[in-house]
T-cell receptor, first 116, second 107 residues
C-alpha cells in the first residue's frame, strides 16, 4: 500500500521563475493538503483540495495556487519565486475534507525547493 | 484553531519512558489532540490522536487531562530512533503546527 508520494524530491530555481510540485495521495484518500516548512520551523498550511476544488486556504499570497485531478493527485504551483520561498513543501492526504476531526493526515517526505 | 505550548527541547535516556507535555488551554469541545513527529529530512509521521479519553497504540500512549487543557505523549521505552521533533496539534478545520519539542534520546 503506497503512501503519499511527492515529486521531485529536490529542485533548484532562480528568483522570478515558476515551479510545479506534484503529489499522489495514499491509496483510498481523496483530500490533499499542502504545507510549507521553512528551516527550523513547523509546517504551515497553504491550502486543501477536495473534489477538485480548493476548500480551505492558509495565509499565503495568490502566487501559490493548486490543482486536484480526478484521480485525487494534486499539484502546487508557485509563480514569481522569491528567495523566501525556499523551503520544504509537504503534501498530506486524508479521507474526506473534514481533516482535523477523527481523521489523521498522512504526509509525504516533501520536495526541497531552493531559490537562488 | 486552538494553539499549543510545548517545551522546545527534552532529553531522555534510552530504554526509559519519554513523557512529552503539551498545553492547549483554549481547546474547544469538538477539537482533537493529535501528535506527530518529524525525523530530520522526512515528512511528519502520525503517532496518535484523541478527543477526551486516554488512547494507546503500538507506538505511544496519549493522556488527556479531564479539563482537556493539557496532554502528555508517552513513549514507553525510548530508543535512539525516537530522536525527533514532536508536534502536538489541536485541530479544528486545519492542522496548526507550532515549533514542537525536539526530543533527544541519549544512549
Amino acid at each position: 500500500d503506497a503512501g503519499v508520494t511527492q515529486s521531485p524530491t529536490h529542485l533548484i530555481k532562480t528568483r522570478g521563475q515558476q515551479v510545479t510540485l506534484r503529489c499522489s495521495p495514499k491509496s483510498g484518500h481523496d483530500t490533499v493538503s499542502w504545507y510549507q516548512q521553512a528551516l527550523g520551523q513547523g509546517p504551515q498550511f497553504i491550502f486543501q483540495y477536495y473534489e477538485e476544488e480548493e476548500r480551505q486556504r492558509g495565509n499565503f499570497p495568490d502566487r501559490f495556487s493548486g490543482h486536484q485531478f480526478p484521480n485525487y493527485s494534486s499539484e502546487l504551483n508557485v509563480n514569481a519565486l522569491l528567495l523566501g520561498d525556499s523551503a520544504l513543501y509537504l503534501c498530506a492526504s486524508s479521507k474526506g475534507p473534514r481533516t482535523g476531526r477523527n481523521q489523521p493526515q498522512h504526509f509525504g517526505d516533501g520536495t526541497r525547493l531552493s531559490i537562488l | 484553531d486552538a494553539k499549543t505550548t510545548q517545551p522546545p527541547s527534552m532529553d531522555c535516556a534510552e530504554g526509559r519512558a519519554a513523557n512529552l507535555p503539551c498545553n492547549h488551554s483554549t481547546i474547544s469541545g469538538n477539537e482533537y489532540v493529535y501528535w506527530y513527529r518529524q525525523i530530520h529530512s522526512q515528512g511528519p509521521q502520525y503517532i496518535i490522536h484523541g478527543l477526551k479519553n486516554n488512547e494507546t497504540n503500538e507506538m505511544a500512549s496519549l493522556i488527556i487531562t479531564e479539563d482537556r487543557k493539557s496532554s502528555t505523549l508517552i513513549l514507553p521505552h525510548a530508543t535512539l530512533r525516537d530522536t525527533a521533533v514532536y508536534y502536538c496539534i489541536i485541530t479544528g478545520n486545519q492542522f496548526y503546527f507550532g515549533t514542537g519539542t525536539s526530543l533527544t534520546v541519549i544512549p
